[in-house]
């Protein structure tokens, strides 16, 4: 089963993001899952997070109209393929988790060449990479939702929404940090590079 975001869409993302490749096409995905899940972007008050930092998260921004800016799509620094979305109005959420088998033969073919290496890959790996990258990306957007994504149902965990803090002055750089990102270090309330220069072992 194909994606069914239109074509001119889907260049509209790869335009987005720069250039496209599996990364990518795993978002576009799981964009299309919280669409299908959740409805009209319009009617719901979604949130997503991320539990990875790879290209799929320019899809998911493009697609959900979620965004770091807005507060309501949070990155969780987990290095897991998985991505949740909640409605704030209606309380309920899923998490995607990429199923190992969807990357199944392209993709294991792939990690073992993108292991090579740089002073041993020829020329004839590099051309394998690309085509291999592209074999992939169509293979991930061509499954069925249901065969790349193990979906589990979320009744707990939504993000809270964003909030404006005050800022408070580093009294050792004199800049200007959000109150939660303070450190007190000997009594001062410094920022976090301030911090860790000031906290690490001479």
């Given at each position: ?15 987005f ?49 979620c965004?770091y ?26 998490r ?9 033969g ?15 890959m ?5 051309q ?10 169509q ?29 408070i002055?580093?009294?050792h ?30």
């Amino acid at each position: 089963m194909a994606c069914y975001f239109s074509e001119q869409l889907i260049e509209d993302v790869i335009t987005f993001h720069g250039h496209s490749c599996p990364g990518l096409a795993i978002g576009i995905r799981a964009s299309e899952l919280a669409m299908k899940e959740f409805g009209d972007k319009e009617g719901v008050e979604m949130v997503a997070v991320s539990e990875t930092d790879m290209c799929g998260v320019d899809a998911i921004q493009f697609l959900t109209g979620c965004t770091y800016g807005k507060g309501n799509f949070l990155h969780r620094d987990y290095g897991k393929m998985a991505f949740s979305f909640f409605d704030r109005n209606s309380g309920h959420g899923i998490r995607a988790l990429l199923k190992p088998e969807a990357r199944a033969g392209a993709g294991e073919e792939l990690d073992a060449l993108m292991a090579i290496d740089e002073p041993s890959m020829t020329d004839a790996h590099s051309q394998r990479i690309v085509q291999l990258k592209l074999q992939l990306q169509q293979q991930i957007m061509n499954l069925a939702l249901d065969e790349l994504f193990e979906v589990t149902p979320l009744n707990s965990g939504m993000p809270r929404p964003a909030k404006i803090m005050k800022s408070i002055v580093c009294e050792h750089c004199g800049e200007s940090v959000m109150e939660s990102r303070i450190r007190c270090f000997s009594g001062k309330f410094v920022c976090i590079p301030c911090f860790t220069t000031m906290e690490q072992k001479r």
